[in-house]
């Protein structure tokens, strides 16, 4: 049959298949090499004929007419003949055998269209989120469903529009115990692994930089203790991380609670505690002097000039008192109590020293001479 392409004389055959028309050309003027021969195959898109496949001489010679005639055998492979290959040095001729789109395959060197996947000849390259053995669709790329788990492209999931792996957007474009990181899906971090947040550990929970197995929220807790890291672990000291500090010393009930650190237990404790007699707790710690009895505790008495709290064991003789440590204390114009205190005040003569007399303070009155 003689027919011209591109101003190319050619001496061709043709076969069909389904709706495949194979054409060898085997006096191809226009190829690189006068006369070397190739195959062109059509395929019937929306009722025209279009050119899908070219099959080149695998053993380019001038002269050798590959493709000089074509045919389809029994099993529906291709048979292309070369009557002037060279085998051994000698002008031999040949026929070579290449299966069509969707017919088995082994390599894409034996496929008509170079390509084999999923073990068939396939029309296009489909990647791992295709499929070109499709039962009914043998050879023709079919794209797996979104959300579809893929050798190859796994843990990315395929979103259903290209048959080659689709980087990720989220979590939701990996398959579960992933998480998405610049379009590649990771798996998830374990208990132990540094992070940033929640959402890329096994366990849900981000703590103190590390996933861990808890929650871990006491005020003594943490999961980045060492040799614990990723375990939720009562610690000693500070508290970890953006935890409530312990609180500062305090005063209560005459006694001091002075050093609160975490030792143990879920919330800080005091670590050392002094009790504040003769003494009662100022603000926050015991007071060091009084300036009242009311500074001093039950049993003792505020000497005011010292600042001091004493017992009641405190002796009064008149107007002296006479404390527990020899020392003595003069009340001047006033007598001392039973509470072992100078009085201050008077509203009759009671309080006041012999020789003093009231009403409203006690004053030195003269002896009455007699005449």
Not at 123 to 133: A, H, L, Q
Not at 267 to 275: A, G, L
Not at 325 to 345: I, M, N
Request: charged share 15%; hydrophobic share 25%; glycine share 12%.
């Amino acid at each position: 049959m003689g027919v011209r392409t591109n101003g190319a004389s050619t001496r061709s055959r043709s076969c069909q298949k389904s709706f495949y028309a194979i054409l060898g050309v085997g006096e191809c003027r226009c190829c690189p090499r006068r006369l070397e021969g190739r195959v062109v195959i059509y395929d019937l898109v929306l009722g025209a004929w279009q050119v899908t496949q070219l099959i080149p001489n695998p053993t380019p010679l001038a002269n050798d007419y590959f493709g000089l005639s074509v045919a389809l055998n029994a099993e529906g492979l291709l048979l292309v003949g070369d009557p002037r290959d060279i085998q051994g040095g000698l002008e031999t001729g040949a026929v070579y055998v290449y299966p069509l789109v969707g017919d088995p395959c082994t390599n894409g060197s034996t496929c008509a269209s170079g390509l084999c996947e999923d073990t068939v000849c396939c029309d296009i390259s489909c990647g791992p989120c295709g499929d070109c053995n499709v039962a009914g669709l043998e050879g023709q790329c079919q794209i797996l469903a979104d959300g579809e788990e893929a050798t190859g492209c796994s843990p990315n999931l395929c979103d259903g529009t290209t048959a080659e792996c689709p980087a990720c957007v989220d979590e939701m474009d990996c398959v579960a115990g992933h998480f998405c990181d610049a379009g590649t899906c990771l798996p998830l971090f374990v208990n132990g692994e540094a992070c940033t947040e929640a959402g890329r550990c096994l366990s849900g929970l981000c703590v103190d930089g590390f996933c861990c197995n808890s929650s871990c929220e006491e005020q003594c807790q943490a999961c980045d203790v060492t040799g614990s890291l990723g375990t939720c672990t009562n610690v000693t000291g500070a508290p970890h991380g953006n935890r409530t500090p312990c609180s500062g010393p305090t005063c209560s009930e005459d006694v001091a609670y002075d050093d609160y650190q975490c030792a143990g237990a879920l919330t800080c404790e005091r670590q050392t505690i002094t009790p504040c007699s003769p003494f009662t707790c100022g603000d926050t710690s015991c007071r060091i002097e009084c300036a009242s009895n009311s500074q001093c505790q039950e049993g003792f008495f505020c000497r005011i000039e010292t600042g001091e709290c004493l017992t009641t064991d405190t002796l009064c003789d008149g107007s002296t008192l006479r404390f527990p440590d020899g020392t003595t204390q003069d009340c001047g114009a006033y007598r001392c109590s039973d509470a072992g205190e100078c009085y201050a005040s008077c509203t009759s003569g009671v309080p006041c020293s012999d020789g003093y007399a009231a009403p409203r303070q006690c004053l030195h009155f003269p002896t009455p001479k007699i005449a």
